[in-house]
């Protein structure tokens, strides 16, 4: 009886576990099962938001996101054919099965327990709840358990039509997209609604691996898998082998074998990619975690014009093109001359003389094979091998050929940027960081490169020799050749752009026309040490980087041999244009996260940091500033580098009058003419240009210079983004300066006898000349020094005429009319000692021994 007693109660022990466990697990279940209705509205799933990138005037610029790349579409708006592809290919008994199929179930079981691949059990109602919610890397039976379960759930909860919809917005289709709206955008360019039957085959190939069937990189592949779904859809009646065939045609007839399988971050529409590059790299400091940057929803609200940028990337794209052609047109000649007068000549020589090392058909061949393989060989290969899937023929030999080919592009391919500044803000207003933006060209440039700035760098210490007093617009230097002499007591020998001289000339004229030698005089008057310490603050350099720059006191600098980003020397000129107040470039200006708060503002930030500086905010003086401006005015419609460039900045309103926008700079070419530049201003933008070799070494050559290249995309840049602004002018310091019409070959005060030798130039007040011109005063008042037989002359009745020209003075004795035409001038002469015909001057009175000086 015990017995019995006992063995009950551990019956009803065990029945009581066995309740609790089999409650415990239908109510998992049923909380589980429950899970699904959350998930009914999948489009409101927690899915990773993208971060906008808006400009200036609220128009979308690009959008960051994760690799999960995802764009939702209803069911009813996507093309049939697509959802018989997905069918004939995925599962053929989608419709009638209710979740899963026994059948292949049986068939997944044999095949794995055979080692062999008889095809997959799982129906697409098992794929997409493996999906959400297993671990589909999981390749256990636990999780197959799983996923048969929610597969039964689903089928109960939803339409075949809605677990459709959810598949095709949820799973993935490669090259980071998920869902087939963002795939189809990421393969064809265009949304899914618009798919062919062959475009629709290509895309369920990627379901089963997207890596291996990826059309860009096997597509021999990709389309041996196409013809079967094509095929598939025609047995099953869902479209004809005529309709199969004119689709597969027309795909693969206009299909892009150049293209490779960029990820969908890479491929994404971007109307300034050089731009937003820039702005995910300053995201990137500011949100802490660079992965919320593609999931997080943020909004970016930049400084970018749009319009400006499209007219930027315009111009980069065409005069990059340009110094290419002219570049390589040059090289050839030079080559071809190399190749086939001086080679020859030094293999006779080392032939002659016994010196191998003169022998040069190693180098030439070198060059030959070279240039061969590069333009002919190597996209030949490379179609090739993505035909045919000799993937060992791509990866082997051609990237290591292609490697070599991208160093030495490195060194033969000229670059270009540039970058435009609000002068007022320091927005950047458009940037170009390079040729193309693409995974293998990412450098941006404009922020990231250092390089010599040539002679756009004088206006920086110039601006220092105008605060010094020292200097004035109409200084006179001599430009002579000289010798300078370094702190060691080596001796230093600049050269003139052209090897040309010109004697006397003022300040001005040396700055507009790029001088060295009178540059070079002008930084020894202010001295190394201030030059360069003005230098730094324009451009904004911190003291840690200083030693990495080469701003090393000494008069190579003077003609900027450093290292200077283009954005630095943009906020440099920025600041000229600015009243010489402190420009800090900025990108973006607020950032919201996705419901709409403004989370950060570094604008605000910038402007409070500005504030609390006071009257340190002003780099230069708003008089230094103003004259700068007047004096980089003339380089452009005074006769300067910019000469060229004067009639972009006339303009007509809708009146069809005239009008004038105020614009200034200057152009660099820099040693061995390596560098091209040109960096300027109007009173709504400063922006520099520049162009170049990634590797230092090669010289553009003597056609591609700061005014013949860079100057004219200058010009054309801000023509196109002027048109339409009203005119202006920099506005003028309420005191300080002073506008002063002066002799434009002395410096000096106006004179009559200076006739059109005239300029009008600004200068800080108290700096302007107070003496009247001495040279052409001078000619006018003397005396000739009257030779012995000029005075014998006089003595026997003979009189001698002589001619004078204003500059210089020009002598002519017992000269006919005719030999004099041309020399004479209408000049108001008195003195007493001589007398007058005409435009001639005659002899004098009496006989006088005067000292004259011929100029």
């Not at 065990?14 to 466990?21: N, T």
């Amino acid at each position: 009886m015990a017995k019995i007693k006992k063995s009950a109660i551990v019956t009803i022990s065990l029945f009581f576990c066995f309740s609790i466990l089999l409650g415990a697990g239908l109510g998992w279940a049923l909380s589980e099962t429950r899970n699904i209705k959350n998930t009914e509205y999948f489009t409101e799933f927690d899915t990773a938001l993208p971060t906008k990138l808006l400009d200036i005037n609220g128009e979308i610029i690009t959008e960051f996101s994760s690799d999960e790349k995802r764009e939702i579409i209803s069911y009813n708006k996507l093309p049939q054919h697509l959802i018989d592809a997905l069918i004939s290919r995925e599962d053929k008994i989608f419709f009638s099965h209710k979740g899963f199929s026994f059948k292949a179930l049986m068939r997944a079981v044999v095949g794995k327990l055979t080692g062999k691949s008889l095809g997959g059990g799982s129906t697409l109602t098992q794929q997409i709840a493996g999906t959400l919610y297993c671990d589909r890397t999981d390749m256990s039976y636990t999780r197959k358990l799983k996923e048969l379960w929610w597969a039964i759930q689903m089928e109960r909860r939803y339409s075949k039509n809605e677990i459709l919809e959810l598949y095709l917005n949820k799973i993935y289709f490669g090259g980071g997209t998920y869902g087939v709206n963002a795939a189809s955008k990421y393969y064809f360019g265009h949304s899914v609604t618009e798919i062919s039957p062959a475009e629709a085959a290509i895309l369920v190939i990627q379901l089963s691996n997207p890596a291996f069937y990826n059309p860009f990189d096997h597509p021999d592949r990709a389309m041996t898998r196409q013809k079967t779904v094509l095929a598939s859809m025609v047995d099953l009646g869902y479209i004809t082998q005529q309709q199969a065939d004119d689709s597969f045609d027309e795909y693969w007839a206009h299909f892009d074998y150049t293209r490779t399988s960029a990820s969908a971050y890479m491929m994404r529409d971007d109307k300034a990619p050089w731009f937003s590059e820039y702005v995910r790299r300053e995201l990137g400091n500011m949100i802490y975690g660079s992965q919320d940057i593609y999931t997080g929803g943020f909004t970016v609200n930049t400084t970018l014009n749009l319009e400006h940028q499209a007219a930027a990337q315009e111009v980069m794209e065409k005069y990059i093109a340009r110094a290419n052609t002219l570049y390589k047109d040059e090289h050839s000649t030079r080559s071809n001359l190399a190749f086939n007068t001086y080679i020859p000549m030094t293999e006779i020589l080392a032939l002659l003389f016994n010196i191998p090392q003169l022998k040069l058909s190693e180098q030439r061949s070198e060059y030959v094979a070279t240039s061969t393989y590069s333009s002919q060989i190597n996209p030949v290969l490379d179609v090739i091998s993505l035909l045919t899937g000799t993937d060992s023929l791509k990866v082997g030999i051609i990237n290591r050929a292609t490697a070599i080919s991208k160093k030495e592009d490195e060194k033969t391919t000229i670059e270009g940027t540039m970058i435009a500044l609000e002068p007022e803000t320091g927005y950047i207003d458009a940037l170009v960081g390079g040729s193309k933006f693409d995974q293998e060209n990412q450098f941006i440039r404009a922020v990231q490169a250092k390089v010599q700035p040539g002679s756009t760098f004088k206006p920086l210490y110039y601006s220092a020799a105008i605060d010094s007093r020292k200097f004035t617009p109409t200084t006179q230097i001599s430009d002579t050749p000289v010798v300078f002499h370094t702190a060691d007591g080596r001796p230093y020998i600049p050269q003139n752009f052209r090897g040309e001289w010109e004697g006397n000339v003022s300040l001005y004229y040396a700055l507009i026309h790029s001088m060295n030698v009178p540059s070079l005089k002008i930084l020894d008057g202010v001295g190394f040490e201030d030059a360069i310490n003005r230098a730094v603050a324009l451009l904004g350099i911190s003291e840690e980087e200083l030693p990495s720059r080469a701003f090393v006191p000494g008069y190579p600098i003077g003609l900027g041999v450093c290292s200077v980003r283009p954005i630095e020397m943009a906020r440099a000129y920025a600041i000229f244009a600015n009243g010489g107040k402190e420009v800090t470039p900025m990108a973006i200006r607020t950032v919201e996260d996705k419901n709409g708060n403004v989370i950060m503002t570094p604008e605000l930030d910038i402007r409070k940091a500005q504030a609390a500086k006071g009257d340190a905010i002003q780099v230069i003086s708003p008089q230094t500033a103003y004259v700068m401006v007047k004096l980089l005015e003339q380089t452009v419609n005074g006769g300067g580098t910019l000469a060229g460039q004067s009639w972009k900045f006339d303009f007509k309103n809708e009146k069809g009058r005239s009008y004038r926008i105020a614009a200034g700079g200057k152009t660099g070419t820099t040693q061995n003419w390596a560098d091209a530049w040109t960096c300027g201003f109007t009173p709504y933008y400063a922006a520099a240009f520049w162009f170049g070799f990634d590797r230092p070494g090669q010289s553009l050559g003597l056609k591609i210079t700061g005014s013949t290249l860079a100057g004219y995309a200058w010009g054309d840049y801000f023509r196109k983004v002027h048109t339409g602004l009203p005119g202006k002018e920099f506005q003028k310091p309420l005191e300080g300066v002073i506008e002063v019409t002066v002799c434009s070959t002395s410096g000096q005060l106006l004179t009559d006898a200076c006739g059109d030798h005239k300029t009008t130039q600004w200068f800080l007040a108290g700096t302007e000349p107070t003496e009247v011109c001495q040279v052409h005063s001078n000619q006018t008042n003397s005396i000739i020094a009257i030779s012995r037989l000029e005075r014998e002359m006089y003595k026997s009745g003979q009189h001698w005429t002589y001619a004078i020209d204003t500059s210089p003075l020009v002598l002519d004795l017992n000269f006919s009319a005719e030999d004099l035409e041309g020399y004479t001038s209408e000049i108001n002469f008195e003195d007493e000692n001589f007398s007058s015909e005409g435009n001639n001057f005659v002899s004098p009175k009496e006989d006088l021994d005067y000292n004259y000086l011929i100029e």
